[in-house]
């Protein structure tokens, strides 16, 4: 099992940045890919990026590339999502998910964390 907490989300300047942070529990999270979704109000769970167990592969959705970075650190257990050039459409509940293989679709991952807002201002 792991147990996932996500931090850093807030308010935010269009064009400005923020860093995610998911704080992962459990001995086999670095067995586990990691993703990040965003959930918009009245809009589906929608996927933003997702890390292998490795770090070697990574997969972004058309929407956030170019301005995302996933990236995960095992000795630490954390997964983080670097977000630059923010535009009010990224704002969102942001989760961090876990799951057996590097995928983009929700019913993949196992585990979720509970969300960290993120607000971008025009």
């Known amino acids: 099992q792991v147990q996932l907490v996500e931090s850093g989300g807030g308010l935010v300047q269009a064009g400005g940045s923020l860093r995610l942070s998911c704080a992962a529990s459990?001995?086999?999270?670095?067995?586990?890919?990691m993703g990040w979704f965003r959930q918009a109000p009245g809009k589906e769970r929608e996927f933003v990026a997702a890390?292998?167990?490795?770090?070697?592969?990574?997969i972004y959705a058309d929407s956030v590339k170019g301005r995302f970075t996933i990236s995960r650190d095992n000795a630490k257990n954390m997964v983080y999502l670097q977000m630059n050039s923010l535009n009010p459409e990224d704002t969102a509940v942001y989760y961090c998910?876990?799951?057996?293989?590097?995928?983009?679709?929700?019913?993949?991952?196992?585990?979720w964390g509970r969300g960290t807002q993120v607000t971008v201002s025009s």
């Open positions: 998910a876990s799951a057996r293989a590097l995928g983009t679709m929700r019913r993949e991952y196992e585990f």
């Open positions: 890390i292998s167990w490795t770090g070697g592969r990574t």
């Open positions: 459990g001995r086999t999270f670095s067995s586990y890919a």
